[in-house]
């Protein structure tokens, strides 16, 4: 009964709480069979981790992906889905969970890239292991909506502090990381990932959806698994012509609206808008 509930609570959840679920049930699962048949999670998790040699990881391309699940440590995972909650908030109130997914894929995939070409490339980056954590994956949120909608501020303790100003922050701290040794190769994923994030709200802005091949490559990969009683044969019926010509324009009004919206956000910030608004982009998510 309680795993049909834990099951039933899971599928009805969004995406942004799938994502971090699923971070945490890896991150216990292999802790555990770690400790309990004494293997190390090095080895239980290599076929999941990126690593930076040509020779392996081109045996397991899979990594650039499965990377992003991974954590070791409790506070690794832990400030990461931190941060993947706060910033995953703010841009499921403005978009669809099929955006906020590719995001995290999509950035994850950039920092393993930039990780993999950097200790192949340059000679500063020697010595040869793996990469692993959600934090590339999370840099690219974090950098995409902070350069979508820069003035929307965040409540840190007692001051309220702008999403660029967060985002700068964080990538000079990675910078400065990097440049001491600290944790090179997570620091050149999270400068990947960031690059993703900041080039994809770029494009969006202009009306170019980078992603969107990537959203229907989910939506195909998820039908694969769906069974005949979940796709059922659409049965066409006919409707009058005035009918059918008048959705477009309640289509295009409602485009117009959201797209107003998103303006006085870019403009003003979200806390700008009132709680008509708010509502409204929120609907206007879901049914995206």
């Known amino acids: 009964m309680a795993a049909t509930s834990l099951t039933y609570k899971y599928k009805t959840a969004d995406m942004l709480m799938k994502l971090i679920i699923i971070n945490a049930i890896l991150f216990l699962a292999f802790r555990l069979v770690s400790f309990f048949m004494q293997v190390d999670i090095a080895y239980l998790t290599s076929w999941f981790t990126l690593p930076d040699d040509a020779s392996e990881f081109i045996t397991q391309p899979w990594a650039f992906f499965t990377y992003g699940f991974i954590h070791f440590g409790l506070f690794h995972i832990l400030f990461n889905m931190i941060f993947l909650y706060v910033f995953g908030k703010i841009i499921m109130n403005l978009f669809s969970e099929k955006r906020l997914l590719t995001i995290y894929l999509l950035g994850a995939f950039s ?36 350069t979508y909608s820069p003035n929307t501020q965040l409540r840190l303790f007692v001051f309220n502090v702008k999403l660029w100003q967060i985002a700068v922050f964080l990538i000079v701290a990675d910078l400065i990381r990097m440049s001491t040794g600290e944790n090179a190769g997570g620091m050149l994923a999270h400068i990947g990932g960031a690059i993703f994030g900041y080039v994809y709200a ?35 019926h006919r409707t009058q012509a005035r009918s059918a010509a008048a959705k477009p324009v309640n289509k295009s009004e409602h485009q117009r609206k959201v797209d107003a919206i998103l303006d006085k956000i870019s403009k003003s910030g979200y806390d700008s808008l009132t709680k008509a608004e708010k509502d409204f982009l929120f609907k206007a998510g879901k049914e995206d």
Do not use: C
């Open 111 to 146: 920092g393993g890239l930039l990780y993999v070409f950097s200790y192949n490339v340059f000679p500063v980056f020697k010595s040869h292991g793996y990469l692993l954590g959600a934090s590339g994956a999370v840099m690219a949120l974090i950098a995409f909506i902070a």
């Open 202 to 236: 770029i494009q969006l802005a202009k009306g170019n959806d980078i992603g969107k091949w990537f959203e229907n490559l989910i939506d195909w990969f998820t039908g694969l698994f769906k069974s005949r009683k979940e796709k059922p044969f659409k049965k066409v």
